[in-house]
């Protein structure tokens, strides 16, 4: 693909059921992040893949987190028993390796616990 | 720990005028710098950076300086454009480190 494409764009659950957020980076990037985005707040970093390296999980916010990257390219952030305060938008970012500082965005998204 | 503070928005300019996007930083060691664009409906994206102190990145028009004596690296344009209205986030990467830390983001809106 052209670019990171994340989905669904939105995402509407109710309190307490679990959510996957699906991430495709772009084709031959090895580097993956995941951000968080809340109402007037900056993006908050979650996770970081780089090749086949152990994630750096040090910005999940608790245990209800997890994410996974399969065969080094698509990713899934997966948030169990969601709170109201898990509402805001879920980023992806990909570059070409921990060397390369540019990141690629996807559009994110909008995850509204009820 | 390492952090970027950002000027609050919305900064509301009419076409033409100059704009100025405050950001300054906390960070050990020499971090590298950048500043993203998102435009409405749209993922971030890069538009510049600068990797040392006195480095000047610019592009589309857009200019920041690295200034280390004073950790910043604002954010300036001498004409904007109605096109120009998008979020601005500010960055830094920390030397030795691979995980970027962004700002709250400083909307912009032009009006013709």
């Known amino acids: 693909g052209a670019g990171v494409s994340q989905s669904p764009s939105n995402k509407v659950t109710e309190k307490g059921k679990d959510v996957e957020l699906r991430c495709d980076p772009i084709s031959g990037h090895t580097a993956l992040y995941w951000y968080r985005q809340s109402l007037g707040q900056g993006l908050e970093f979650l996770i970081y893949?780089?090749?086949?390296?152990?994630?750096?999980k040090s910005g999940l916010p608790s245990d209800r987190f997890s994410a996974e990257r399969t065969g080094g390219s698509v990713s899934t952030l997966t948030i169990q028993r969601t709170q109201q305060e898990d509402s805001a938008v879920y980023l992806c970012?990909?570059?070409?390796?921990?060397?390369?500082?540019?990141?690629?965005f996807g559009s994110g998204t909008q995850l509204s616990v009820l | 720990g390492d952090s970027v503070t950002q000027m609050e928005g919305p900064v509301t300019l009419s076409e033409e005028a100059f704009l100025t996007i405050n950001c300054t930083y906390t960070?050990?060691?020499?971090?590298?710098l950048f500043w993203y664009v998102q435009y409405p409906g749209e993922g971030l994206q890069l538009l510049l950076k600068?990797?040392?102190?006195?480095d000047k990145g610019s592009n589309k028009g857009f200019e920041a300086t690295y200034r280390k004596e004073t950790t910043s690296f604002h954010l300036e344009k001498g004409s904007v454009q109605v096109s120009d209205s998008a979020v601005y986030f500010c960055a830094l990467r920390p030397g030795g480190s691979y995980i970027p830390t962004f700002g709250r983001g400083t909307s912009l809106i032009v009006h013709p």
């Open positions: 893949f780089q090749g086949n390296s152990a994630p750096d």
């Open positions: 970012a990909s570059s070409l390796g921990q060397g390369y500082e540019k990141l690629f």
């Open positions: 960070a050990t060691g020499y971090p590298s």
């Open positions: 600068a990797t040392k102190a006195d």
